[in-house]
């Protein structure tokens, strides 16, 4: 199973909107709603920010948001902060029932 | 406070052998479906192995699969992977999560991450 492809690295100012995309095959993410996002500052673990492509856990700020077109899924963060910047990868549940990431997208908060 | 504690991680010697484990506390165990994922240094996460809830089913990723086992011991709370044949392309962080459900419907998203334990496959 290949990884999910993300753009190596985005970046905005504070208060801008990004867009993170996610692009897989019709095996996994064109085929299913079960694709989730990740945010990783460095050192720790990966926080589950989005699940069911567009869900939000408790907790997580509306400002973080998803959809899917296809076989692409993405992650919008709107009024950007300082706080957002990390590394932010994808997942999807896939045919062969196992789960696959992105390679992930550092985001930098200019 | 939910927590998953991983242990277990340690340097070996390629073709050797390792036990991770992670004791999960906070939350009744025993309902949740839980996973590995591991994460090589300055790379992304990649699935390793999920667990249904009483042990009866697994998955693997190919790159394991026939290598690694995992288990789970619900009356201890505690999550297992067995590693043989190690490789270094084996070495990484190893994590184990929880994945997210609402009563009996699961959602393929991992909600809940232990710290990590680090495993180096090397001579």
């Known amino acids: 199973q290949s990884a999910l492809t993300q753009p190596p690295s985005v970046s905005g100012s504070p208060g801008q909107s990004v867009t993170i995309s996610c692009t897989g095959t019709?095996?996994?993410?064109?085929?299913?709603?079960?694709v989730s996002w990740y945010q990783q500052p460095p050192g720790t673990a990966p926080k589950l920010m989005i699940y069911d492509v567009s869900s939000r856990p408790s907790g997580v700020p509306d400002r973080f948001s998803g959809s899917k077109s296809g076989n692409t899924a993405s992650l919008t963060i709107s009024g950007l902060q300082a706080e957002d910047e990390a590394d932010y990868y994808c997942?999807?549940?896939?045919?062969?029932?196992?789960?696959?990431f992105g390679g992930g997208t550092q985001l930098t908060v200019l | 406070e939910v927590q998953l504690v991983e242990s277990g991680g340690g340097l070996v010697q390629p073709g050797g052998s390792l036990r991770l484990s992670c004791a999960a506390s906070g939350f009744t165990f025993s309902s949740y479906w839980m996973h590995w994922v591991r994460q090589a240094p300055g790379k992304g996460p990649v699935w390793v192995s999920r667990?249904?809830?009483?042990?009866?089913?697994?998955d693997y990723a190919d790159s394991v699969k026939g290598r690694f086992t995992i288990s789970r011991n619900n009356a201890k709370n505690t999550l297992y992977l067995q590693m043989n044949s190690l490789r270094a392309e084996d070495t990484a962080v190893y994590y184990c999560?929880?994945?997210?459900?609402?009563?009996?419907?699961?959602?393929?998203?991992?909600?809940?991450w232990g710290q990590g334990t680090t495993v180096t496959v090397s001579s």
């Open positions: 997942s999807s549940y896939t045919s062969t029932n196992t789960l696959v």
């Open positions: 019709s095996s996994d993410v064109g085929s299913y709603h079960r």
């Open positions: 667990i249904d809830r009483d042990g009866s089913s697994t």
């Open positions: 999560a929880r994945e997210s459900q609402s009563g009996d419907y699961k959602y393929d998203a991992l909600d809940i």
